[in-house]
């Protein structure tokens, strides 16, 4: 089990969740976080602080935000655009630093209305 961020992370990106993560298993997209799911130790410790509340743990996830479960996987199991090689599970998101992409269901979302 794990735990997922869904669409309301889209466009936001507030980084309280990474600050927040003790095993560094939330990495950036261009749009988006992502969880590393065999990185996540399920501490739970991200979700309180996420200011949209957009984390949820697995087995809690509402029924719109079902299709983002396998589209974190999808994260690092697939080549992304502009990337040869998937992520894969690199050992921390300070590490590896923004990756810059998003996968299709990320991407492809509309954009937030501006203010």
């Known amino acids: 089990m794990t735990y997922?961020?869904?669409a309301p992370?889209?466009?936001v990106l507030d980084r309280s969740c990474v600050e927040e993560c003790p095993v560094?298993?939330?990495y950036e997209g261009e749009r988006a976080l992502y969880i590393q799911p065999d990185e996540c130790v399920d501490c739970g410790a991200c979700?309180?602080?996420c200011p949209v509340e957009a984390i949820y743990y697995e087995d809690d996830l509402p029924g719109q935000f079902e299709p983002f479960l396998a589209d974190n996987a999808r994260f690092f199991d697939r080549a992304l655009p502009g990337r040869r090689e998937p992520i894969g599970s690199p050992?921390?998101?300070a590490r590896l630093g923004a990756v810059g992409a998003?996968?299709?269901l990320v991407a492809s979302h509309?954009?937030?209305p501006a203010p």
């Open 4 to 6: 997922v961020i869904a």
């Open 9 to 11: 992370c889209i466009d």
């Open 24 to 26: 560094d298993c939330i």
């Open 47 to 49: 979700e309180p602080v």
């Open 91 to 93: 050992g921390g998101a």
């Open 102 to 104: 998003d996968t299709d």
């Open 110 to 112: 509309p954009a937030a």
